[in-house]
């Protein structure tokens, strides 16, 4: 008698295995997409959400899993992979890949075969005579003001497909990003939309922190129950920055409830965040269930030809001509994201104007050089660097600076290291001394580590994206 329904344990078991194996990062992004489906006597059938998951992982990690699978069963497993596109209970996907959305391919906007960035197309006519936006949200965070690019084409397809039919296709949708990437912009976007089609619709859109503090208030105040009426009666719910809640403990429990009452109605509700919702501390378990219950979709930096895109259309909203090389130039030289690509463009028209010149390749060299060296950008410190790294990877700046050498350790120790060669001043010596007084050479030989891991790992590049944005936030804090 064979005991295939026990290959489940097993399974479970060898991902528990190799979750301590792999970085964190990794393991978020390509495993916790995997789902045991069934098993046969030597076979494990396993759900992935498209087929661009199932070649990254088989030829990522099938190695990997089929001999965790053999060191634990002694046995030899052949793994079948099924593609399972998220239809009435799309689990939550912490980065997905283009096929799960299916509504995208009847979207005009997304032209599926374009290949540059295109604008996305007007939601459903506007009634005339009418103002453009929904109260309470800007009339310049449209769908039409978005440029879609690969960096950001799934979410923008996944908001237009959620503004389309609320309540619907992907309840809650959680939108993740870093900084400047354009959460608020397409989370405004479809309430915009929503709100253009049917102006009874309630959108109601909130941060993170006005939400806390009108909660707080609504208690001191002897209110609470008008705080309820006015969330718990919203058609489509909006919910910024939801990173905030790390700690508050009773908006959490609040909003916890709130999002029961609104999801049992079919109410649409989107929420935006700063990091995976699995990197969010201090938040219930319950709630951070109820976060990534329907769809996640991520925000990436964009490419060098959606940035062009994306600085074009700025451009000539203001009137200004401003010529491609310049667009080109700021482009190059910013890489971080959209808010400081749009900075850079405006500090430039300014100075243009206000010296009366034309916007030139000249004036904006000039302009990008003080960019850099503003304080802003130089605020990054060693200190910051490793704060941020140890976060990261939840470990304390001293033991980032003490003598372990586990691998939990280890690995870190030389991002960050890397990472303050790459953006400090400071020289390896330096560094060296702001880890525990090591030796230039240690540094040196963590650099070349990193830079040969990431020829062979891509997700290394992007945990470096991750953090450098971070540090550049803390920096710009400190
Ligand atoms: P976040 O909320 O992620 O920090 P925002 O939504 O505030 O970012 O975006 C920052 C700025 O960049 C806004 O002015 C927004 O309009 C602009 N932006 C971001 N992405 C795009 C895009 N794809 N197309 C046009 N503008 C964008
Ligand atoms: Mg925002």
Redesign the pocket.
């Known amino acids: 008698m064979s005991d295939w329904q026990d290959n489940r344990v097993f399974w479970d078991e060898a991902l528990k295995h190799i979750e301590h194996q792999v970085s964190e990062q990794e393991f978020v992004m390509w495993f916790q997409q995997i789902q045991y489906t069934r098993s046969e006597e030597q076979t494990i059938t396993v759900a992935v959400p498209s087929s661009f998951y199932r070649d990254q992982v088989k030829q990522r990690y099938l190695d990997l899993i089929e001999s965790k699978l053999h060191e634990l069963s002694g046995r030899s497993f052949q793994i079948d992979f099924e593609i399972e596109r998220a239809e009435y209970t799309a689990p939550a996907r912490k980065r997905s890949g283009p096929a799960s959305v299916k509504s995208a391919s009847n979207n005009p906007a997304t032209g599926e075969s374009t290949k540059h960035a295109v604008t996305a197309t007007r939601s459903p006519a506007p009634k005339p005579d009418r103002r453009q936006s929904a109260p309470g949200l800007s009339a ?2 449209t769908f039409e ?5 690969d960096n ?1 084409r799934f979410a ?1 397809n996944a908001a237009m497909a959620i503004a389309n039919n609320p309540g619907t296709t992907y309840n809650p949708c959680l939108i993740y ?11 405004q976007s479809i309430g915009n939309s929503v709100w253009q089609r049917d102006a009874e619709q309630r959108i109601v859109y909130v941060t993170a922190e006005d939400f806390t503090n009108e909660f707080i208030r609504s208690i001191q105040e002897n209110r609470t129950h008008m705080f309820k009426n006015k969330y718990r009666n919203a058609d489509v719910l909006l919910i ?2 939801i990173h905030f809640l790390q700690k508050k403990n009773e908006t959490q429990e609040e909003l916890f409830h709130t999002f029961n009452a609104l999801f049992d109605a079919k109410k649409q509700m989107v929420f ?1 965040s ?1 990091r995976p919702v699995s990197e969010i501390k201090d938040i219930t378990e319950r709630l951070q269930n109820r976060f990534t219950r329907g769809l996640t979709v991520d ?1 990436q930096p ?1 490419q060098t030809e ?1 940035a062009i895109a ?1 600085l074009k ?2 451009a000539e909203k203001t009137g200004i001509h401003v010529p491609d090389d310049v667009i080109n130039l700021i482009c190059q030289k910013i890489t971080t ?3 400081d ?2 900075a850079a463009l405006t500090r430039i028209i300014a100075y243009a104007e206000l010296v009366n010149k034309e916007v030139s390749v000249d004036v904006a060299q000039r302009q990008l050089k003080d960019f850099f060296s503003s304080p802003l950008q130089n605020n990054i410190t060693v200190d910051v660097i490793q704060r941020t790294v140890a976060d990261y990877f939840n470990l304390s700046p001293n033991e980032l600076k003490g003598k372990k050498r586990t691998r939990q350790v280890a690995f870190p120790r030389q991002i960050a290291m890397f990472i303050a060669r790459e953006i400090t001043e400071a020289s390896m010596t330096d560094i060296g001394l702001e880890f525990g007084g090591r030796d230039h050479t240690t540094v040196m030989h963590a650099y070349q580590r990193v830079e040969s891991r990431m020829r062979t790992d891509p997700t290394i590049e992007d945990v470096l994206q991750t953090l450098n944005r971070r540090i550049k936030e803390e920096g710009s804090r400190a």
């Open positions: 310049e965070y003001h978005f440029v879609v690019g950001n923008a990003g870093g900084v400047g990437l354009g959460k608020t912009h397409l989370l910024d920055d935006t700063d925000l964009p959606t994306i259309k700025k994201n959209v808010r690509l749009e």
